[in-house]
Each structure stands twice: as structure tokens, then as C-alpha cells.
């Protein structure tokens, strides 16, 4: 039996497990939320007939779409300039764009308010120089909500923007230009078009995750702040009514449906582009707009057509000044990234009572109180302990599935793609809630094992995302001519396929750690108040006690990205040379 007739049968564990903790009880929660199985909608009635709640509900997309769109207008130009730059700038760019993204989110949330706290960092700078008399409200309102929305989605925003942008071919624009058009008409008429798949995915994948945004607006925002995730957070905590909590949260779920359904989420750039003039999407809307335009240019073709044959043996004399201000431009967007960050772990070698910047000397004593204090080092150990078994688990089951996927009938992928990923595509409390019915129903909640497997779809869901990506690379030739030789399956994935499959494998494997040593909603859901992970301790601190230990613990956490990375490119590194040779060894 040759591979791709059983390539399906891989994607059975995967399934299995979110089919029982994330599938079926999605499917109850549905039908709780109609009122089964007197099926009415009474409990929507219900919701919309709340002023309150469809304020909550508006006042959510409002925040979400003003996110998306700061995200994307800064975004957008940071990923051109870090696109279009040098090969080693280039790299160096994407490095420091990565290591936000791979940093608790928990901690960056923590380090907006040290900055923003009426004692921290800009009010303290004002106050001692004598600008204000008191605290400005810099915390805790609206505008606080979307700077720490925004310092978490921009590196979310600016990856599918890079993607896409680094595999357009420069020679389109040196063509453009060479025939006349300026900088920013081939810019505008050539690269742009181009990356409309990158613009697409990056904003629905920012707008659906800010749809379900908890911690952040309830750190940083004030009461009249509050999103339809926290207002479902807080029916789930107060009331044992399940059927209106299930109708909040399929609203919400509805609203990112229709976006998905309207603008398509597509993770590939490049089977993005090649069906855009295919299909009837939203830019055949924009092609009205563009008929006027291209009438209006036609009026200006002869003045052009001079200006082109004038300017052609002129000697090309650009302005330095777009760079300079590009460069600056970038240079702003790593410093908002990264600058927090910093903040705290300066701040960590505090050695008085309070946080204090810049520390007025160097210390390790709030080190020594999380090193030295059992509930924070107990909460440390059962996430490190959580995190590699959802790591080991999903890896391996993510792995077949990605393996299995890659093998079936191009239909069917996409369909088996689309499901397998709805974990880290819906909103994160629903998502929640529907995992946690689905623990309970396993008798599993306040256990470890419970929070291990609700971990798991969504790091399942990212395994899949990064060995789809090596597998897509992979030339199934080398398969064929195993198999050839008498190889069989098992034997030909063990020994040609999987080495040369590696470094997706661990990449995989390290998403996976990270998404569940981060996690704080799904872990408030299933722990039960009997599981007590690091996350969950540093968000119980953030709220109640303000310990300055949490400084330490977010700066240790703030270094885990760059071991990450370090892992990634020697594992990278080592089998970029090794490549030919393993296949060599490895013949049958």
C-alpha cells in the first residue's frame, strides 16, 4: 500500500482530539445557545434587547477594527522597508520583529504598566521634571487599550506581510521604472496589487484575535472599556446559565465567521496570488474605482510619453531623503517593540521597595524572591511541566496530521486544513469556553492532563502550520524512489522523509511549548482554581498584589524568545549542511 492511499488514516489522533475536547462541545454549545430542543432564539433575543450588551458588542468590533487598522498603517510601511532592505539588515529586522512576537503576551501586557501606572516610567519622567504637578491618566482607559493591543498584533500583522512581500520578484519594479514610472507609481501599481494576499491575512488574522482579547483591555482599559470577552469571562465566573453565555459567545463567533466568509483567510501567499484574478473577491469591488482611474490616465498618456522620452538619458539623481526618514521609521517600530521589554528587565535589578527607572543601583533581590518564594517556583515547574507535555504531544500528532494532510486530495486538504486550524482562528474566549465543556464532559477540569489536552489544539494547530510549510518544500520524489527500492512506508518516512523534515518538526515543537507556557484564558477555565500555572500566578499578581517580583518573572520570560531562536538556527544550521549527506546515508 503506497503512502498516499493511508496518508488520510494519519489525521485520526489529531482529529480525535478536537473532535472530543474542542469539536463536539462547540456543537452542544451551539445548540445550547438555541434553546434545544425547543430550537428558538430567545436567548439572542435576549442579548440584543440589552442596550448594555449590544453597546459591549459594538464598542468590541469599534476596538478591534481601530486595532487592525493602526496595525496595518504601521505595519504595512515597517514590513516594505524591512522587505526591500539588505540581505543582513533584512534579517537582523525580522529577528528583533520575531522575538515580540514569541515573548509572553501576559508580560508585554505587565510592562504597559509599569510604563503607563500613574508611578511608572512617563509619569515619573514628567514629574520629575517638573512638567505636571500630578499623574496624568495614562493607564486604564482607551487609548492605554490600544497601544498594548497594538505592541501585541504588530509583529502578528507585519509576518504574513513579509511573507508575501519577500517572494515578490524586485524585478517588477526595476521593470516599472525603467519604462518611466516613479517610485511610487510602480509602487503603487505593481508592488501593492501584489501584496494585497499579506495585507488580507495579516488584518483578519488581527481582527478575529482582537475580537477575543481579555487580559489586555481588562489591564490596561477601565470600566467603560470592557470587550464582549470579558463581559462572557465574567458571566462564566457568576452565573451556572450556560444558554446565554453560548449565545454571547456565538455573536461574537459570528461576527469573525462573516469576515472569514466575506475576505477568505489564506495562509499562502502564493496560491493566494495565483488564484486572485480567478476569483470574484472583495477587490472586483475596488476594479470600479480603478476603470475611473485608468480613464483619467489615459487624458495625461501624451504628456507622459514626453516626460519619459526627456527624462530617459537624464542621470538618475534620487533624493536620499526617503531612505533617512525609512530608516527612522523602522528604527521607531523596533523601539516601540522592544523598548517595553527592556523597561522591565532594567527595572527588575531595582534593589529598593518599588520599581523604579532607572534603578538608582543594581540588585537581585526580587530574583531571590521568585527564586526563593515556593509559589511562584511550584507555578514555574507545573507550567514547564504542562508546556513539554502538550509540546511532546502535539508534535508528534501534529506531525502525522501535517504529513497526512499533505497527502490526500486537494479538496479534501483544504477542508481538513480549515477545521484543524479553527482552534487559533476563532476568538479566544470562545474557543475557551467550548474546551472547557469539553473537559468537563472528560472529568478532567482542575487536573493536569485536562489542561495538557486543551493546550493541545491549539499547539496542534501551529505544529500543522510549520511542517505543512517544510512538507511544501519537499520534493516527494525522494519518497518515490525509497519506495522504488522495496522500501515500505513506515520505513521511507523514518529514513528519508523525517530527516530532511526536522527543522519544521522542532519549530513546530517550539510553538508548541511556547503557546502553552503563555496561556492564561483557557488555563483560567480548566485549572479549577486547583492547577496553578506561572502564567496564572503572574495574572492573579498583575490584578491584586503588584509584587515587584513579577518584574523578575516578566524579564525571564522576555529571554526565552532569544534561547528560542538560538534553538531554531543551530537546529537550522546543522541541517542545512547535513541535508545531502543524511539523504545519501539514508538511500535504501
Not at 488564484?275 to 475596488?286: D, F, K
Not at 526617503?322 to 527588575?348: D, N
Request: glycine share 6%; hydrophobic share 55%; net charge positive.
Amino acid at each position: 500500500m503506497k503512502i498516499q492511499k493511508w496518508g488520510g488514516m494519519l489525521t485520526v489522533p489529531a482529529f480525535a482530539i478536537l473532535l472530543i475536547v474542542f469539536g463536539i462541545p462547540m456543537v452542544g454549545l451551539f445548540l445550547t445557545s438555541l434553546d434545544a430542543p425547543a430550537f428558538s432564539v430567545v436567548y439572542y433575543r435576549a442579548f440584543i434587547d440589552q442596550p448594555a450588551n449590544v453597546r459591549v458588542l459594538f464598542q468590541t468590533i469599534e476596538i478591534s477594527l481601530i486595532a487592525t487598522a493602526i496595525c496595518l498603517s504601521i505595519g504595512y510601511p515597517a514590513a516594505y522597508l524591512i522587505a526591500t532592505a539588505s540581505k543582513r539588515v533584512r534579517v537582523a529586522l525580522i529577528v528583533l520583529t520575531v522575538i515580540p512576537y514569541l515573548t509572553s503576551g501576559l508580560a508585554r501586557t505587565y510592562a504597559w504598566t509599569v510604563i503607563l501606572g500613574d508611578h511608572g516610567l512617563i509619569n515619573d519622567l514628567l514629574l520629575d521634571l517638573g512638567v505636571v504637578d500630578s499623574p496624568l491618566p495614562l493607564i486604564y482607559n482607551r487609548m492605554a487599550v490600544y497601544i498594548g493591543m497594538v505592541h501585541i498584533m504588530l509583529p502578528i500583522m507585519m509576518l504574513p506581510l513579509l511573507s508575501v512581500m519577500m517572494g515578490i520578484d524586485n524585478s517588477l519594479m526595476a521593470a516599472a521604472r525603467s519604462m518611466g514610472a516613479r517610485r511610487f507609481s510602480a509602487f503603487w501599481r505593481v508592488f501593492f496589487p501584489l501584496s494585497l494576499p499579506g495585507v488580507r491575512s495579516g488584518s483578519l488574522l488581527v481582527f478575529v484575535l482582537c475580537l477575543g482579547f481579555y487580559i489586555t483591555p481588562q489591564a490596561l482599559g477601565g470600566l467603560r472599556d470592557a470587550m464582549l470577552s470579558t463581559f462572557i469571562a465574567a458571566q462564566v465566573t457568576s452565573s451556572l446559565n450556560l444558554a446565554p453565555i453560548a449565545a454571547s459567545a456565538f455573536i461574537l463567533l459570528a461576527i469573525a465567521a462573516i469576515m472569514l466568509s466575506i475576505f477568505g483567510l489564506d495562509l499562502s501567499g502564493a496560491e493566494s496570488r495565483a488564484a486572485l484574478p480567478r476569483g470574484r473577491s472583495w477587490l472586483n469591488q475596488v476594479a470600479l474605482f480603478g476603470r475611473l482611474t485608468r480613464n483619467l490616465n489615459e487624458l495625461t498618456t501624451h504628456y507622459r510619453a514626453k516626460r519619459w522620452v526627456v527624462q530617459l538619458y537624464k542621470a538618475g539623481r534620487e533624493s536620499r531623503w526617503p531612505q533617512s526618514v525609512g530608516a527612522v521609521f523602522v528604527a521607531l517600530v523596533m523601539i516601540f517593540l522592544l523598548f517595553p521589554e527592556l523597561v522591565v528587565i532594567i527595572m527588575s535589578f531595582s534593589p529598593g521597595s518599588l520599581l523604579e527607572f532607572p534603578p538608582t543601583g543594581f540588585s537581585l533581590r526580587w530574583y531571590g524572591s521568585f527564586f526563593g518564594d515556593s509559589s511562584w517556583t511550584s507555578a514555574a515547574w507545573t507550567s514547564i511541566q504542562i508546556a513539554f507535555a502538550v509540546a511532546a504531544l502535539s508534535t508528534i500528532v501534529g506531525t502525522l496530521a501535517a504529513y497526512g494532510i499533505s497527502r490526500t486530495f486537494p479538496r479534501l486538504r483544504a477542508v481538513l486544513t480549515m477545521a484543524i486550524l479553527a482552534p487559533i482562528t476563532f476568538p479566544l474566549i470562545v474557543v475557551g469556553i467550548a474546551t472547557y465543556l469539553g473537559v468537563v464532559e472528560l472529568g478532567l477540569i482542575g487536573s493536569r492532563t485536562g489542561i495538557v489536552l486543551a493546550h493541545s489544539i491549539g499547539a496542534i494547530a501551529y505544529v500543522v502550520v510549520i511542517v505543512s510549510a517544510t512538507l511544501a518544500n519537499f520534493d516527494q520524489r525522494l519518497e518515490q524512489a525509497a519506495m522504488s527500492m522495496r522500501a515500505g512506508p513506515l520505513q521511507t518516512f523514518l529514513r528519508v522523509t523525517l530527516p530532511l523534515i526536522k527543522p519544521g518538526i522542532i519549530g513546530g515543537a517550539v510553538f508548541a511549548f511556547i503557546h502553552s507556557f503563555d496561556e492564561v484564558v483557557i488555563s483560567s477555565l480548566v485549572s479549577g482554581f486547583s492547577v496553578r500555572t506561572l502564567p496564572l500566578k503572574m495574572w492573579e499578581n498583575v490584578r491584586h498584589e503588584i509584587d515587584p517580583t513579577i518584574a523578575a518573572v516578566a524579564s525571564l520570560l522576555m529571554l526565552l524568545p532569544v534561547l528560542w531562536l538560538v534553538a531554531l538556527y543551530v537546529t537550522w544550521w546543522r541541517s542545512k549542511p547535513g541535508a545531502q549527506p543524511a539523504l545519501a546515508d539514508h538511500t535504501i
